[in-house]
């Protein structure tokens, strides 16, 4: 069974940062890519960030320059640093990892459960 665990979500104020962390845990061999969506109430899901198993990382425009994401293959784990926040970054953010591989198996795409960040004016 393969699971997909974040955490690190909260309440900040404007300007402030925080560090999402998703570990994938079960018999990895391998997972393509990685990423963070993000849901705010009324919104459709977006895609913040992605990376690619060899480290090729994309961007949503509006998080361009504030968000880095980075993964750690050995502990199947990325992370989003999220720095200068604003009040709109305010969501529901989940983890997603996409082509994971586990003993023979091959997921398409697995999701994690989700964590709230606020942002306060």
């Known amino acids: 069974q393969v699971q997909l665990v974040e955490s690190g979500g909260g309440l900040v104020q404007a300007g402030g940062s925080l560090r999402l962390s998703c570990a994938a845990s079960?018999?990895?061999?391998?997972?393509?890519?990685m990423g963070w969506y993000r849901q705010a109430p009324g919104k459709q899901r977006e895609l913040v960030a992605g990376i690619s198993s060899l480290g090729r990382t994309n961007y949503a425009d509006s998080v361009k320059g504030r968000f880095t994401i980075s993964r750690d293959n050995a502990k199947n784990t990325v992370y989003l640093q999220m720095n200068s926040l604003k009040p709109e970054d305010t969501a529901v953010y989940c983890c997603n990892a996409d082509d994971v591989v586990v003993a023979g198996i091959r997921y398409i795409k697995l999701w994690g459960q989700g964590t709230l960040v606020t942002v306060s004016s």
């Open positions: 079960g018999s990895i061999v391998s997972i393509n890519v």
